[in-house]
């Protein structure tokens, strides 16, 4: 059984860092492409950050120069530092697992977490 657990999100002021992060098993964790996507409320969910199994990255233009994206396949671990946070980047944040990624671009990834929620506010 595949399993993608989301942690970090919580309430954090304009300006302020934040590093979720996403737990996966069942599957071969260092042979899937990862996501991060979100979706606020009243909006559609869209693609955040992706990463594939090599390492290449792929950001929104919205959050480029202040999120990163990372791996640690030795923990089965995807990360999101995300810096200088906007009000705008407050949503429920959600980690996605596919082996292709372009299905992760797409927003149709095989798997998903259960999604943890950032707050930007002051």
């Known amino acids: 059984q595949v399993q993608l657990v989301e942690s970090g999100g919580k309430l954090v002021q304009p300006g302020g860092s934040l590093r979720l992060s996403c737990a996966v098993s069942?599957?071969?964790?260092?042979?899937?492409?990862m996501g991060w996507h979100r979706q606020a409320p009243g909006k559609q969910r869209e693609l955040v950050a992706a990463?594939?199994?090599?390492?290449?990255?792929t950001y929104a233009d919205s959050v480029k120069g202040r999120f990163t994206i990372s791996r640690d396949n030795a923990k089965n671990t995807v990360y999101l530092q995300m810096n200088v946070l906007k009000p705008e980047d407050t949503a429920v944040y959600y980690c996605?697992?596919?082996?292709?990624?372009?299905?992760?671009?797409?927003?149709?990834?095989?798997?998903w977490g259960q999604g943890t929620q950032v707050t930007v506010s002051s």
């Open positions: 990463i594939t199994s090599g390492g290449t990255t």
């Open positions: 069942g599957l071969t964790f260092g042979s899937y492409a």
């Open positions: 996605a697992s596919d082996y292709m990624l372009t299905r992760i671009f797409d927003g149709i990834a095989d798997y």
